[in-house]
Each structure stands twice: as C-alpha cells, then as structure tokens.
C-alpha cells in the first residue's frame, strides 16, 4: 500500500513538472552582433555574450533554454541575417530546427567609455592611464522573433552604465571568460555584466510575468529616450 501510495505521489510530481516546463515559453539566443567602437570586441566576444544570456535566463528558471552546442550547429548551416539576421521563412525554418519558439537577437549599438586605472593594470586603446574615475555605458539593441512566423515580437533598446567603484548587478550563473577574461574588473567588464542582467530582466517581465513589473521599464525606455538628445555624459 505504502509503494502505491509513493507511486502515485511520484506520478503526480512528474505529470507537475512537465506540465510546468511545458508552460515556459522555448527560447534561444543567437551570438550577439556588434556595430559600435567597443574595444573589447572581438572574434568569438558575440558567442560568449550569447552564451553568458543564455546562462542568466536558464538561471532565472522562467524559460525553456535550448542548449548553446545545438544552436551552434544550426548556425553553421544557416546564413541568418539577424537583426534583420532572422527574418520571414528563414525565422520559421531556423525555430522548426532548434525547437525555440522564440529566438533572441542582440546588437551592440553603441559603447563608451572614461576609464582610468588606480594601479596601472588597464590600458585603453594601448594607452595606459592613471587616477580614479572609472566610467563605461553599453547599448544592446534587442529583439524577440517568433520562430514559427518571423514577427519581432518584442523589441527594445537596453541600456547600462558603470562608475564610480563599480555596480552591485551581477550575473546570477557564470562570470567572464575567453576573450573577455581581461575586463572582469574593467568598468567595461562591469557594464557588460549589467546589460546582460538587465536584459534577462527585462525578457522574464515582458514574456512571462508581464502586468506590473513593465512599469519600471517603460519608464527606463523613457528616460532613455529623453537623453537621447542630451547625449552621454561620461564626465
């Protein structure tokens, strides 16, 4: 009687769990692309940001992550034109093969940054610099395409900032590696973190919890846009 009992609370746990796991939308992020001045970027900087995206949403446990090796693989046979690399058909065929209902785009748009050493360990541009302000802003264009029709779902501009002795966000599953090893403790570094964090945020609220909690990113998206014509200010 007992096994019975057990069985039957084991068959209750299982039918739970995939019935929750069926709910949470099926997501893949692409590498990230970039067209700023960054000088960070480089070769394989697009698939560790994506990658590094894809660990902080599985983290957040709100989506279905497809796993980084499979996607890759699609990719190698894919010319995607994102951010137009997804578009129409080619959209439609790329989700059917990874399984993703919606894959994620990302574009640094933009990159700046004040950045100076208090010990001579960085150097910018090949430049070293000394003194204590530390300052960078990052700008990721980001969009959302449904994988079955092509529609760009969801599409916002998210922004990050580092200063003074740095930010308090920070990743919830991994860190920096590979070719961004050199700027964990950069002000840059920092940034990177933050944007990535914010845009996990950002897809949890807008995708799965929705109601309230877009209250504070509508009214970052208007602020954004109201600096836009102040421009930056690193100083």
Do not use: H
């Not at 991994?174 to 940034?191: Q, S």
């Amino acid at each position: 009687m007992k096994f019975a009992n057990t069985l039957g609370l084991l068959l209750v746990a299982v039918l739970f769990s995939n019935t929750a796991l069926a709910d949470k939308p099926t997501m893949a992020v692409l590498d990230f692309r970039n067209q700023s001045s960054a000088y960070w970027w480089g070769s394989n900087v697009g698939r560790e940001l994506g990658g590094m995206l894809t660990n902080e949403l599985a983290s957040g446990k709100k989506f279905r992550m497809i796993e980084r090796e499979k996607l890759a693989s699609v990719l190698g046979e894919q010319d995607l034109a994102a951010s137009g690399r997804v578009s129409g058909s080619k959209a439609a065929k790329m989700g059917k093969m990874v399984g993703a209902q919606y894959l994620v785009t990302a574009t640094v748009s933009a990159f700046e940054s004040n950045v100076n050493s208090t010990g001579g360990g960085i150097s910018y541009k090949g430049v070293s610099l000394g003194g204590k302000r530390k300052k960078a802003y990052i700008a990721v264009d980001l969009r959302v395409v449904d994988s079955t029709t092509g529609e760009i779902v969801d599409t916002r501009t998210v922004e990050a900032r580092s200063g003074g002795m740095g930010m308090s966000i920070g990743l919830r599953r991994n860190g920096f590696g590979g070719a961004l090893a050199n700027e964990k403790k950069t002000p840059a570094g920092k940034a990177i973190r933050a944007v990535v964090a914010e845009i996990s945020g950002y897809l949890e609220c807008s995708m799965v919890t929705k109601g309230r909690c877009l209250d504070k990113y509508e009214e970052k998206e208007r602020k954004r846009r109201e600096s836009l014509s102040d421009g930056i200010d690193l100083d």
